[in-house]
């Protein structure tokens, strides 16, 4: 997944990875692309000193810019309307966080490569269904999935599912 996203970045994009972790796609996407800024957002202050660690050893100190917050108050402040792109990677509760992305996503549109689990009897088109109404619940639409994919089986009756959604 990390490969494909980093893909799909074009150079001059914005990126906000909202849980970035220690940078697995921010990193990546800053090795790829030398006209992107990344903005690599988490929480815990342990992963954010990791992701330091991890953009000087892969140089990308110009492109990747960590920063330890809240994904939803920094998405509301510092990154509101920025992003091109928005990574969503915390497939758990990242529903919960649609509201950061859509604050994130520049007014002009964007894509939203979210990650979420679904356990059966759950479906792929229920998650989409949900995820759309979330956008619109923010006041924003989505307009298209551009990507629709079962990633991996999590547990029994369980998977790892991605969405990249072209929301406007």
Same mark, same amino acid.
């Given at each position: 997944e990390?490969?494909?996203?980093a ?10 990875d ?7 796609? #921010? ?7 030398p &006209?992107?800024?990344?903005?690599a +957002?988490d929480?815990?202050?342990? *992963? @954010? ?33 920025? #992003?091109?792109r928005v990574?969503?990677?915390?497939? &758990?509760?990242?529903?919960?966080f +649609?509201?950061?992305?859509?604050n *994130? @996503? ?15 009897p759950?479906?792929?088109e ?14 924003r639409?989505v307009?298209?999935?551009l ?6 089986e ?7 599912? @991605?969405?990249?959604?072209k929301?406007?």
């Amino acid at each position: 997944e990390h490969e494909r996203v980093a893909s799909q970045v074009q150079g001059g994009e914005t990126v906000a990875d909202l849980f970035a972790g220690v940078g697995p796609f #921010a990193v990546l996407i800053g090795k790829r692309q030398p &006209e992107v800024k990344v903005y690599a +957002v988490d929480l815990n202050p342990d *992963a @954010v000193n990791l992701l330091e660690v991890n953009v000087r050893a892969n140089k990308v100190e110009n492109r990747v810019f960590p920063l330890c917050a809240d994904a939803r108050e920094v998405a509301a402040t510092k990154l509101k309307y920025s #992003a091109d792109r928005v990574i969503m990677n915390l497939p &758990e509760t990242a529903i919960d966080f +649609v509201d950061a992305a859509c604050n *994130a @996503v520049k007014p002009g549109g964007g894509v939203v490569h979210f990650y979420a689990f679904i356990r059966q009897p759950d479906s792929i088109e229920n998650l989409q269904k949900r995820f759309a109404e979330v956008v619109t619940k923010n006041g924003r639409k989505v307009e298209a999935f551009l990507y629709v994919r079962s990633i991996r089986e999590t547990a029994p009756f369980e998977s790892q599912v @991605v969405l990249d959604a072209k929301i406007v």
